[in-house]
């Protein structure tokens, strides 16, 4: 049986995703940018900029912190109802104007008990996990150069994959096969999760299937690699 987790908006930036019947809920919105738990609008710049060369050492990623009017990310957040409140799983910054993918950054939160958790670091509860480039989360497998279909790890180590097929993106599991013979082989797999798209206001709400309750546990991975894929192919469209 297929679970629909609705969305309050076509907006990828400010929205929820719901299914009452199961008691899930998601939260999307913008903040401020955070760098290395402090905000990025402080008036402690030396702080920051600790913050920042700390950050790049650990991971590589060259940190830009938010000044006042400046930069935002996504925040995604979930109710737990052990603690009764909202508790933030990821996080991800999409620049309008990137340059080369550089300032593509995603981080899931570490977990600190209860709820789910997975070995990417999302879970209920938790504290902040380290921001990497996007291309470490949502790989790029095979050899054609100029596929858009993404690669990431599920809580278990399972390989699922963002694809677009006709107008539809959606999620299937990735292929073991050598490269040539994925594109072939996954065409024939049905699909986990498929995003479906409803443009007027006020008739049905867009919508997250989920076709498959096997990839559950995987649920916060899922909605954050889905906000950035869905994020990028608009950008291309």
Same mark, same amino acid.
């Given at each position: ?59 590589? /990623?060259? $940190?830009? #912190?938010?000044?006042? !009017? +400046?930069?935002? @990310?996504?925040?995604? =957040? ?27 950054? /995603?981080? $899931?939160? #570490?977990?600190?008990? !209860? +709820?789910?958790? @997975?070995?990417?670091? =999302? ?115």
């Amino acid at each position: 049986m297929s679970i629909c987790l609705f969305m309050s908006s076509n907006s990828l930036r400010n929205t929820t995703f719901e299914c009452d019947s199961l008691g899930i809920h998601y939260e999307v919105s913008e903040t401020d940018y955070v760098v290395d738990g402090n905000l990025g609008n402080q008036d402690d710049d030396d702080d920051e900029k600790q913050g920042d060369r700390e950050d790049e050492e650990e991971t590589g /990623v060259k $940190m830009v #912190t938010k000044k006042k !009017g +400046g930069k935002k @990310s996504v925040r995604v =957040s979930k109710w737990d109802r052990n603690l009764d409140r909202l508790v933030p799983v990821g996080e991800f910054r999409l620049p309008y104007l990137p340059l080369n993918g550089k300032g593509d950054i /995603v981080r $899931m939160y #570490t977990s600190s008990g !209860g +709820g789910s958790s @997975s070995g990417s670091g =999302s879970g209920s509860g938790g504290g902040s996990g380290a921001w990497v480039q996007r291309g470490k989360m949502l790989m790029k497998e095979g050899n054609r150069r100029f596929s858009t279909a993404r690669t990431f790890l599920g809580v278990q180590g399972e390989r699922y994959r963002w694809k677009e097929r006709g107008r539809k993106l959606l999620m299937c599991h990735a292929s073991k096969a050598g490269a040539e013979e994925e594109e072939t082989q996954e065409e024939k797999e049905p699909a986990l999760v498929v995003y479906h798209r409803h443009y007027l206001a006020g008739h049905q709400r867009s919508y997250l299937e989920i076709c498959d309750t096997s990839v559950l546990p995987s649920l916060d991975l899922i909605v954050v690699t889905f906000l950035i894929m869905e994020k990028k192919r608009r950008d291309r469209d």
